[in-house]
């Protein structure tokens, strides 16, 4: 299993507004900040400047049970990676 643990039987299936990235998550809840692009908050700001928010750019499109996490685990991994293992 790439997004979730081995025996996971239920979970949610997300779709990032802002990068596109599909993916799986442990957690279902109806919005959630994107793990690809969404964790980039600048510290760096001035302390004049508002606190950042977070974004939660990632919507949930379903949850996902049973035999259903396998495969779109499998089938998401797999588009992920490309079928490209030189990097490993
Ligand atoms: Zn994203």
Redesign the pocket.
Known sequence: MYYVPDGTEVCGFYE?E????RFLNIRIVPRMV?P???KAVDMEIGPDDETPVERE??KLLQTVEGEDVEKYDTLLSLAVTGGDYSWI
């Open positions: 990032c802002d990068c596109d990235s994107c690809y692009c969404g750019a990632a």
